[in-house]
T-cell receptor, first 113, second 112 residues
């Protein structure tokens, strides 16, 4: 069963606008969440994370929001830039899983000039 | 500062052939992982290691074996390749810090 789901395979936005990528999870034991960005022919790279004790974490143009009651998190990119075009993976971990991450399916973001 | 290096980058195998994918890291990380990426499936953990000489099964371990004889290397073996193992394979390493995952650039494997 897919414990971390990204229901939108793709998203297209205009440069300068906001990009919102969504992620849902089913395992209530997850307590740490991360977003990774992946360019073609490269490995994923860490973007931003959030602990379950917070509901928001911000790093420059990137903000992650966590709604624990809804088991939902989202990544906001403002303003979006063409260089943000990539596949974005949501990932989650629990105390019992230790350093192992469970990934979502990924969302292809395309930012059009 | 190479980070995580995967060898080879591309490979085509015939069904039933065997091969070994090599992952090498130069960051002195204790933890190492092998993931596979398939369309619509995201990244799924195959096997992982929490230190030299240790290995453990992940989410999709069947058909694969691993070894961690040296701290810096993590080998993924396919004893008898099947078309279902066509995928892009990523190795990663980390300390316990989850933010510190470093991925390699991947190995694209096609089994015909």
């Amino acid at each position: 069963d897919q414990q971390v789901k990204q229901n939108s395979p793709s998203l297209s936005v205009q440069e300068g606008r906001i990009s919102i990528l969504n992620c849902d999870y089913t395992n209530s034991m997850f307590d740490y969440f991360l977003w990774y960005k992946k360019y073609p022919a490269e490995g994923p790279t860490f973007l931003i994370s959030i602990s379950s004790i917070k509901d928001k974490n911000e790093d420059g143009r990137f903000t992650v929001f966590l709604n624990k009651s809804a088991k939902h998190l989202s990544l906001h990119i403002v303003p979006s830039q063409p260089g943000d075009s990539a596949v974005y993976f949501c990932a989650a971990s629990s105390e019992t899983s230790g350093s192992r991450l469970t990934f979502g399916e990924g969302t292809q973001l395309t930012v059009n000039p | 500062n190479a980070g995580v290096t995967q060898t080879p980058k591309f490979r085509v195998l015939k069904t039933g052939q065997s091969m070994t994918l090599l992952c090498a890291q130069d960051m002195n990380h204790e933890y190492m992982y092998w993931y596979r990426q398939d369309p619509g499936m995201g990244l799924r953990l195959i096997h992982y290691s929490v230190g030299e000489g240790t290995t453990a099964k992940g989410e999709v371990p069947d058909g694969y074996n691993v070894s961690r004889l040296k701290k810096q290397n993590f080998l993924l073996g396919l004893e008898s390749a099947a078309p279902s193992q066509t995928s892009v394979y990523f190795c990663a390493s980390s300390y316990m810090d989850l933010n510190g995952y470093t991925f390699g650039s991947g190995t694209r494997l096609t089994v015909v």
